[in-house]
């Protein structure tokens, strides 16, 4: 089975593999048997956007319904780098069990069970911050309004945009993000156990898609009506088609507003 990789984030010391099969339009999260995460021998060399070839054998385990098993026996294989453009009809504009924010009750989803539990958002005013009680990890705050979580700090679990935070670099603030839900978790003091909502892939857009946005903002266009000059300009639905010397036009265009 082929899927667009768009997680590889920390799981147990290991790892844990999420993606999109497109053929069949659904989520794919490859586990083992043992506690669902992947090698690090397997998972490390793997990037978000690699399409993988994964010997899935479709036998779902737990109250996730995109958990599959994979035969151990047989090799994965990347077989190309996806564009962004492949992935952007999968987004979604509102939480899955938008009834609850940050965490979501087990018992709840075990009552639901099989659920989704992974999502592709695009937000466009992302902040992170470090974690003071424990160094090196980081969290995400989304501000959009839409998805109501302003007030809620996620866990960052993605390694590369971890990295990055970690060497002082900054993560865009308009990009693409995978939501995921832990493993269950009782808190201390808490008699509930809980999945909370983890941000475990991040897609940066490029500078320019950002630049393209603040111009939009600044002359007043909503995305409709970016879109409509897109499909006017370039036959073209979505700022992540288009190549960098359309971008520079379409920015010198609206600075010229």
Avoid at 222 to 229: A, L, V
Wanted: negative net charge.
């Amino acid at each position: 089975m082929e899927i667009i990789c768009l997680a590889n984030s920390y799981k147990n010391h290991n790892r844990c593999i999420a993606g999109i099969n497109l053929a069949e339009k659904r989520w794919i999260r490859p586990i083992s048997i043992e506690d669902g995460s992947i090698p690090l021998g397997i998972a490390e060399p793997i990037n978000i956007l690699d399409v993988l070839e994964i010997p899935i054998n479709d036998q779902t385990s737990g109250h996730e319904i995109e958990n599959s098993h994979y035969d151990h026996s047989q090799p994965w294989r990347v077989v190309r780098k996806a564009e962004v453009t492949e992935v952007l009809r999968f987004r979604e504009c509102a939480l899955l069990h938008s009834n609850y924010q940050k965490s979501i009750p087990f018992q709840y989803l075990k009552r639901q069970a099989p659920v989704r539990t992974l999502q592709l958002i695009e937000v466009k005013q992302l902040e992170c911050v470090a974690n003071s009680y424990d160094p090196g990890k980081w969290r995400a705050i989304i501000h959009d309004s839409q998805f109501s979580l302003e007030e809620c700090y996620l866990s960052i679990t993605d390694p590369v945009a971890l990295q990055k935070l970690n060497h002082g670099e900054a993560i865009s603030h308009h990009c693409l993000i995978i939501l995921s839900f832990s493993q269950p978790w009782r808190p201390d003091n808490h008699d509930e156990e809980k999945c909370y909502r983890l941000v475990a892939g991040i897609i940066e857009s490029p500078p320019d898609l950002d630049l393209i946005l603040i111009e939009m903002q600044r002359v007043g266009w909503s995305e409709k009506d970016g879109k409509k000059y897109l499909q006017d300009t370039f036959a073209k639905q979505s700022r992540y088609q288009l190549t960098s010397a359309e971008c520079q036009r379409v920015i010198r265009y609206l600075q010229g507003l």
